[in-house]
């Protein structure tokens, strides 16, 4: 799987990707984040990619073009391989809501996923018709841009791709666990209290265990 990110902050997502499993993943090569800054395809001298929105507002809006070419350059990459099938995400608040069977369905279906990391009060929305992109929304909240939403789902579907996890056993939604989670000491003392693990985990009985992750998954 190999991740296409459209961004005018390719360096925000250094210390994720450096990091535990995703750094490791890379490594690897089980997966692979290629950034494309809209800058770098900007007509301009000063490398301006933003400009006042029509019917007036506050901000500025990320001009159409720059963004355009970007992608345009992500897609010409992911033609050349072969049996490469392609997704352009486009975040937006108003999008579908990512949930974690969306990142099983991505993870299997296609191997290249463009990302178009939006900024300031979004990107021009002619975009989305140069292209057969799908507006994404990783929650019901309003971020500053795109970088987070794009981590939230290379993350989401990177952990689906097998081997990325080492044990791919570890992945929670394909098995029996609950919410709470509980490791040695048996007994942890703090400020004069004393905070138990639950006895059915230290039980041995299977069948209860099971019965209580259950109930606590509720």
Known sequence: MTFHIITLF????DSY???????RAIKDKKIKVKFYNPRDFSDNKFKHIDQKPYSG????????????????????GINRKKNAKSKI???SPSGK????????????????????????EGI?????KVFRTED????PFILTGGELPAMV???????????????????????????????RPEILEYKGKKYKVPKVLLSGNHAKITKWKNLKKK
């Open 89 to 91: 995400i486009f975040f």
């Open 97 to 120: 809501q990512f949930i974690t069977n969306y990142a099983k369905r991505i993870s299997k279906k296609y191997t290249d996923i463009i990302m178009i990391a939006g900024r300031y």
């Open 136 to 139: 994404i929304s990783v929650g």
């Open 57 to 76: 507002g506050p901000g500025m809006v990320v001009q159409a073009l720059p963004v355009i070419k970007a992608t345009e350059k992500a897609l010409k």
């Open 17 to 23: 990707l450096s990091e535990s499993i995703l750094a």
């Open 124 to 128: 021009d929305a002619r975009v989305k």
């Open 153 to 183: 789902v290379i993350d989401c579907i990177s952990r689906q791709i097998e081997g990325v996890l080492g044990n791919f056993d570890s992945l929670e939604e394909s098995r029996v666990v609950a919410q709470d989670v509980y490791t």
């Open 10 to 13: 390719p360096n925000s997502f």
